[in-house]
């Protein structure tokens, strides 16, 4: 018997004013699963996140869990779907641990304050983000990666189920970068869960997505599993995006294998 996946979208057309950015983009999300999304610069992924979390008005249906997001509230989508833009949209003085208790919002009732339990829970998170010495920070003095990290601390406690991450990784540091995607997996594995990522380093997603979503034009051009397909076909999908590439299997140091990419640009 099939089942429906997880997460679906179908036929996603949508655009700014008479522009048109995306046409009829079809794909799905297992549940437990991080999606790379990656194309390059004016290809449509932050336009498609956007989409699918109602910021941007579309053609084409989005379903989790078998129900149509647009039939959705607007505070039932903020359970359900956690969006995290390339800026935060922060403006003003909140200590850390005021910023990542804004996750609990969408489960609180009107004047309700965050219980002692959910208190506990984002200083927990600021802690797994290397953050738990600074809670009492102004989020606005700090450097753009610590923005990110204390943004990803709010998302862990707002346990919603399908997580829509625009560059998370932009401004971290070659450690972060690596600690905040195993974060993401450790988050995912085995729940009712997914993630849809938007990145620019293709290495980076080849480590740590499932499944990589390629997109030039507006248009999806091909959805890659690493882990099942050949290399010729993610060298050529890639390729595609990227310009002239190779991609070997190697072994790290520690016996792992692993997916590297060189550009044959040089």
Do not use: W
């Not at 989005?62 to 997001?69: N, S």
């Not at 060298?235 to 190697?250: M, T, V």
């Amino acid at each position: 018997m099939e089942t429906s996946p997880f997460f679906s979208a179908e036929n996603i057309s949508c655009g700014y004013g008479s522009r048109k950015v995306l046409t009829d983009v079809n794909f799905s999300l297992p549940k437990g699963s991080v999606t790379g999304l990656l194309g390059a610069n004016g290809s449509g992924k932050s336009t498609l996140l956007k989409a699918i979390c109602r910021q941007l008005p579309h053609k084409g249906t989005c379903t989790l869990e078998g129900r149509a997001l647009d039939s959705l509230s607007l505070r039932q989508l903020s359970q359900r779907v956690s969006y995290i833009p390339q800026k935060s949209g922060i403006h003003v003085s909140l200590p850390l641990l005021e910023v990542v208790m804004m996750g609990f919002n969408p489960s609180l009732g009107l004047l309700q304050n965050p219980s002692a339990l959910q208190r506990r829970a984002a200083r927990s998170a600021l802690a797994s983000v290397g953050l738990g010495k600074m809670e009492g920070t102004d989020y606005l003095t700090l450097s753009e990666g610590q923005k990110q990290l204390c943004i990803l601390a709010r998302t862990i406690v707002e346990d919603t189920v399908l997580l829509l991450l625009d560059e998370p990784d932009s401004a971290l540091d070659l450690h972060n970068r690596y600690q905040g995607m195993k974060m993401l997996q450790k988050l995912l594995l085995g729940k009712n869960k997914a993630a849809l990522i938007c990145l620019h380093d293709p290495a980076l997603a080849l480590d740590f997505c499932s499944q990589l979503l390629l997109l030039k034009d507006g248009k999806c051009t091909a959805c890659l599993r690493p882990a099942i397909d050949s290399l010729s076909v993610m060298q050529e999908a890639l390729s595609d995006i990227y310009g002239p590439l190779s991609l070997i299997r190697c072994k790290d140091s520690q016996g792992k294998e692993r997916l590297v990419l060189l550009s044959e640009m040089l």
